[in-house]
T-cell receptor, first 113, second 113 residues
């Protein structure tokens, strides 16, 4: 993901609305991407993943979109709930057998009741 | 069981102390990882073990010494740390290959005084 300096990007969304969190990745050779959710005081929690041979994948209330042309990844969360408030990280990986994940800067999502 | 456990949850140590962080998983994962996370930053990879052998060392100072006694356990031995080493230390595990999503533990909050 791209560096945005010392400040964590933030996004505030009204409860019940949909949210979209964006991530720009840097390595055109990346072939696997993951979204993680990290709540305060906890480790990152796996949300959803997508391989580079796909452009969309859906889970429960979440959809990940991949645009390889512009090296962009997004996470859509439908009908947001207070429990969705957290920091969201995208992560990318290059190659089969390479276990190194590179994390993006992260976005803090706040759900307004 | 999809849980990665880490002990202790919190650790305060002086610069001359020796301590160890412990991580355990029973998911049959053959890759285990140590990450360091500073406040408002993404996790940074430190070490990767594949089949109990060190496969990646991200140029981590020798005052951090990893150990993988068996496929379920991962330790991080700490010696002569600096105050700037204070951070959240996260352990993760994953299968190798086709389903490489990493599962994280809750972390150890380390403070070096």
């Amino acid at each position: 993901g791209e560096s945005v300096g010392l400040h964590l990007p933030t996004l505030s969304v009204q409860e019940g609305d949909n949210s979209i969190i964006n991530c720009a990745y840097s390595n055109s050779a990346s072939d696997y991407f993951i979204w993680y959710k990290q709540e305060s005081g906890k480790g990152p929690q796996f949300i959803i993943d997508i391989r580079s041979n796909m452009d969309k994948r859906q889970g429960q209330r979440v959809t990940v979109l991949l645009n390889k042309t512009v090296k962009h990844l997004s996470l859509q969360i439908a009908a947001t709930q207070p429990g969705d408030s957290a920091v969201y990280f995208c992560a990318e990986k290059v190659g089969f057998g390479n276990e190194k994940l590179t994390f993006g800067t992260g976005t803090r999502l706040t759900i307004i009741p | 069981d999809t849980e990665v456990t880490q002990t202790p949850k919190h650790l305060v140590m002086g610069m001359t102390n020796k301590k160890s962080l412990k991580c355990e998983q029973h998911m049959g994962h053959r890759a285990m990882y140590w990450y360091k996370q500073k406040a408002k930053k993404p996790p940074e990879l430190m070490f990767v073990y594949s089949y109990e052998k060190l496969s990646i060392n991200e140029s981590v100072p020798s005052r951090f010494s990893p150990e993988c006694p068996n496929s379920s356990l991962l330790n991080l031995h700490l010696h002569a740390l600096q105050p700037e080493d204070s951070a959240l230390y996260l352990c993760a595990s994953s299968h190798l290959g086709q389903s490489p999503e990493q599962y994280f533990g809750p972390g150890t909050r380390l403070t070096v005084t």
